[in-house]
């Protein structure tokens, strides 16, 4: 039976903690690491009735995508919803876990899952993130240059794209002069000596760099390894927020709207769009995705389909002529993310035979639309 530990770090494997976004918080946020699981249960958000659901049917654990504990905690209190949570888990031996913004960020995650529903095709990473890589270069004898290459790629260095086992090398002259006190794999104490090296380059991503470099020491004959890490300004290829593809086939915009509000189970849209317009490029971005407005226009979408879009920001597609350059369509926040609920699901049954994994059968979202007839107003 895997233990909190287990799954948590299954998760982590899957989206990288590294990859969250600077002022997100995931993981494992209540509960004790060494307690077994045998039932977890999902949702996106961690409410009252998830938590009462979780109680009734024996569940050990609980993963959601929105982190409940986002401000640190003054007091743990059943006095407030956070704090009363928390309180509540812990008083329950009920373990709880976020995955959040790296599960956003991961290709394959939310906005790969929102864009699959919605019948998007060929997606990809919508706005690519960057700080994400590093550059390690590392000086070896000729010797046991294959060898340090080889431990570096096992440890998750040089992928690019689709592509593994990445690395750049140039030969040149490595000089040093041993001192009193060292043991030198070639050369002699007090001479400087020059060794025929190899000078291997790989991109690493920056979670990936404490793991590589001890690999890369372990399979390096020197006593002093001479290597540099520099930071690189690429944008991480598939690391980053938001999806971009196409529909298999051309769609009139209403009949787009319907689809959307079909697949998504949407009692509403809010939108801004062109009358009449086309819809085939599809940018989508699961959640609060209008940081990721100019990357949706750039990416050449007829139709960008995120949450949380403000009045003001309504008018962002607009050109000085007054047309709309694409259809910016506010799905709802729940309505674009609840698909996350499956994803997570799925993920862990397939990560762990046995472990029995259940969707909430709550629909977690506080917001409801009014759909009643009102009088005229203006
Ligand atoms: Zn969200």
């Known amino acids: 039976m895997p233990t909190v530990r287990d799954i948590v770090a299954a998760l ?8 969250k976004a600077d002022f997100d918080r995931v993981g494992l946020q209540v509960g004790d690491p060494e307690r077994e699981v045998s039932r977890v249960l999902v949702a996106l958000d961690l409410t009252p ?45 009920i373990a709880y876990a976020a995955i959040h913004t790296n599960l956003d960020a991961l290709r394959g995650g939310v906005s790969f899952a929102l864009a699959e529903l919605l019948g998007v095709e060929n997606a990809t990473t919508l706005a690519p993130e960057r700080g994400m890589l590093k550059k390690l ?11 340090v290459r080889q431990s570096m790629a096992e440890a998750g260095a040089g992928q690019i794209g689709d592509y593994r086992d990445c690395s750049f090398s140039g030969e040149g002259t490595g000089r040093f002069r041993a001192t009193e006190g060292t043991d030198p794999h070639v050369g002699a104490i007090g001479e400087v000596h020059a060794e025929p090296e190899v000078r291997i380059e790989v991109l690493v991503e920056s979670w990936a760099l404490g793991r590589v470099v001890r690999a890369m020491q372990a399979a390096h004959p020197y006593e002093e390894v001479a290597y540099d890490v520099y930071a690189v300004e690429n944008a991480h290829r598939t690391v980053g927020y938001g999806a971009v593809g196409s529909l298999a086939a051309p769609m009139p915009l209403d009949a787009f709207l319907a689809h959307v509000a079909r697949q998504l189970g949407a009692e509403s849209l809010r939108y801004a769009a062109e009358p009449g317009a086309t819809i085939h490029r599809v940018a989508v971005c699961g959640g609060s995705g209008m940081s990721f407005f100019g990357a949706a226009l750039a990416s050449g979408a007829d139709a960008y389909v995120t949450a949380d879009v403000t009045y003001h920001r309504f008018f962002e597609p607009m050109d000085v002529t007054g ?17 996350t609920e499956q994803l997570i699901a799925d993920r862990l049954a397939g990560a762990f035979g046995g472990l029995e994994v259940a969707r909430t059968e709550h629909r977690t979202s506080p917001m409801r639309t009014w759909t009643g007839t009102a009088p005229e107003a203006r």
């Open 49 to 93: 009735e998830v938590v009462d659901e979780a109680a009734r049917t024996g569940v050990e654990m609980i993963v959601t995508h929105h982190p409940l504990i986002f401000k640190p905690l003054a007091r743990l209190t059943p006095t407030d919803l956070v704090s009363g949570l928390a309180f509540r888990l812990a008083q329950e031996g």
């Open 137 to 147: 270069v590392v000086f070896v004898p000729q010797s046991h240059a294959e060898a």
């Open 323 to 339: 047309r709309q350059r694409l259809a910016l369509i506010d799905a709802g926040h729940y309505e674009t993310e609840w698909i």
């Open 12 to 19: 982590n494997r899957w989206a990288p903690e590294a990859q």
